[in-house]
């Protein structure tokens, strides 16, 4: 599947990279539709297909006092109006075998967060679906991996797979991009960068994650120049009183910049 291929999800056929881009967590219905409505009108003016992205909830918490949901249900519904409202596709994380069926029935596309991309039952489950597949290398795994945890998806009577990379773990408490992989997983499945992600500082003393996000742009430019086929991030209206991975999210009014240089960049690297 290449980039057009990937762009005819949004009924596109535009040259632009595709954007999955929302909240880290579903927060409200009003949040949601409002990121949802600013990214489109944003999206729409640079050619950039677009998809929502919002977790419906948080399974991997450092602490269990921290935010996890509003609800699955409540979430999920949130998820399906933002998908019907503006006319995009939506994307939310999974955590076992038994949320597949249920997300399925809301959502266009279903990820596999990093930690559990090699949990061959959770992959399994989500590709019978038949939806797209999303799969986060995880931190501790080469690229070379990811065409085994791909394979699972075809295996299954899937072909629609997706690899999204997130970082890689350094030391305790960081994580670094090694854009070698790029190239690498694109032999296996089109690439999304995940730049929030990556720029995540986990494992603090705190035990609430950390991150960089002055550092957003640098590594989306890069990822851009390197011929990945999507940007993933996560932007929120007041990062800083976002109930889940607040240290690293893109503030809303921050976006249409950010996609304008992505954009200028991609159209670059198209005509070369």
């Given at each position: 599947m290449n980039l057009s291929a990937l762009?005819?999800?949004?009924?596109?056929?535009?040259?632009?990279?595709?954007?999955?881009?929302?909240?880290?967590?579903?927060e409200s219905e009003n949040m949601a539709l409002k990121v949802a409505e600013t990214a489109l009108k944003i999206t729409d003016k640079l050619g950039i297909p677009y998809v929502?992205?919002?977790?419906?909830?948080k399974a991997n918490r450092s602490r269990v006092d921290s935010f996890t949901g509003i609800g699955d249900e409540k979430a999920l519904a949130i998820l399906r109006k933002v998908g019907e409202t503006f006319d995009i596709p939506t994307i939310t994380d999974i955590h076992?075998?038994?949320d597949a069926e249920m997300a399925a029935a809301y959502v266009d596309i279903l990820q596999i967060p990093a930690f559990l991309v090699r949990q061959t039952d959770l992959v399994v489950a989500a590709a019978k679906t038949?939806?797209?597949?999303?799969?986060?290398k995880g931190q501790f795994m080469g690229p070379e991996s990811m065409q085994f945890a791909v394979q699972k998806?075809?295996?299954?009577?899937?072909s629609n797979a997706w690899i999204t990379e997130r970082g890689t773990t350094f030391g305790y408490q960081d994580l670094v991009i090694d854009y070698r992989g790029i190239p690498v997983?694109?032999?296996?499945?089109?690439?999304?960068?995940?730049?929030?992600?990556?720029?995540q500082q986990p494992n603090q003393a705190s035990g609430v994650t950390g991150g960089r996000p002055a550092l957003i742009?640098?590594?989306a430019k890069a990822g851009i120049a390197v011929g990945v086929d999507g940007i993933f991030l996560e932007t929120h209206p007041d990062p800083k009183t976002a109930k889940s991975d607040g240290a690293n999210q893109l503030p809303l009014e921050r976006l249409?910049?950010?996609?304008?240089?992505?954009?200028?960049?991609?159209?670059?690297?198209?005509?070369?």
């Open positions: 762009a005819n999800i949004t009924h596109s056929k535009s040259d632009q990279f595709l954007l999955i881009a929302g909240p880290c967590a579903i929502f992205k919002g977790s419906f909830k076992k075998e038994s038949q939806k797209v597949i999303n799969l986060k998806v075809i295996d299954s009577g899937n997983m694109r032999q296996y499945a089109p690439v999304i960068l995940d730049v929030t992600h990556s720029l742009e640098t590594v249409e910049a950010l996609l304008q240089n992505l954009a200028r960049i991609r159209e670059t690297i198209v005509s070369l």
